[in-house]
């Protein structure tokens, strides 16, 4: 069994900074895809961002592109966003996703409020 933990959500102004952090305890063995969700009222999760399991590549959604960083720390099962330049339209439930042992896994959601 797997756990999901998110923490590092909160509200912060427009051009503010948060680090989100994600959690994962259990068993954590052949893990094949870790990445960010957000999904805003009324609607769709979408990803924000990914990273592949050696972390040596990131991939981004445009809207997002250049303020984010999503990271890994494999000694301590943590996956990180770190969100810079923060707007408005970024505020949102975050998820975590990772996929492991040929299955999905998602955290339960940190909110982000963004005023502007």
């Known amino acids: 069994q797997v756990q999901l933990v998110e923490s590092g959500g909160g509200l912060v102004q427009a051009g503010g900074s948060l680090r989100l952090s994600c959690a994962a305890s259990?068993?954590?063995?052949?893990?094949?895809?870790m990445g960010w969700y957000r999904q805003a009222p009324g609607k769709q999760r979408e990803l924000v961002a990914r990273?592949?399991?050696?972390?040596?590549?990131?991939n981004y959604a445009d809207s997002v592109q250049g303020r984010f960083t999503i990271s890994r720390d494999n000694a301590k099962n943590t996956l990180y966003l770190q969100m810079n330049s923060l707007k408005p339209e970024d505020a949102a439930v975050y998820y975590c996703?990772?996929?492991?042992?040929?299955?999905?896994?998602w955290g339960q959601g940190t909110q982000v409020t963004v005023s502007s």
């Open positions: 990273i592949s399991t050696s972390g040596g590549r990131a």
């Open positions: 996703n990772w996929w492991l042992q040929g299955r999905s896994y």
């Open positions: 259990g068993s954590i063995f052949s893990i094949n895809y």
